[in-house]
Nanobody
Framework: QVQLVESGGGLVQAGDSLRLSCAAS????????LGWFRQAPGKERVFVAT????????YYSDSVKGRFTISRDNAKNTVYLQMNSLKTEDTAVYYC?????????????????WGQGTQVTVSS
């Protein structure tokens, strides 16, 4: 199995940028497709972005497309989420997740491993 640890969250103002990182340990990192999800208070956890094993394919939710960028460095066992032009509605706990399937997925149920989450708060 793989262990995931997110970092980089914090309090920022609307319009600012923030980069989240998720470091993995355990099994071979490049064997996993990776995703970022977020959960706002009182709401369900929702899909943000996903990236293929090699990093050649990505997919985003409509709410973040054009503002967020997911990337990975397989040599460093790390996946990133660059968040630009942040909005107050981006406030949530952000989770990274891993799955062994080669296919991209935005479904929480298809991910086998999860990190503990990092809080992102965007103030107006």
């Amino acid at each position: 199995q793989v262990q995931l640890v997110e970092s980089g969250g914090g309090l920022v103002q609307a319009g600012d940028s923030l980069r989240l990182s998720c470091a993995a340990s355990g099994r071979t990192f490049s064997n996993y497709g990776l995703g970022w999800f977020r959960q706002a208070p009182g709401k369900e956890r929702v899909f943000v972005a996903t990236i293929s094993r090699s990093g050649s394919s990505t997919y985003y939710s409509d709410s973040v497309k054009g503002r967020f960028t997911i990337s990975r460095d397989n040599a460093k066992n790390t996946v990133y989420l660059q968040m630009n032009s942040l909005k107050t509605e981006d406030t949530a706990v952000y989770y990274c997740a891993a799955r062994t399937s080669i296919l991209l997925s935005g479904s929480t149920r298809s991910y086998e491993y999860w990190g503990q989450g990092t809080q992102v708060t965007v103030s107006s």
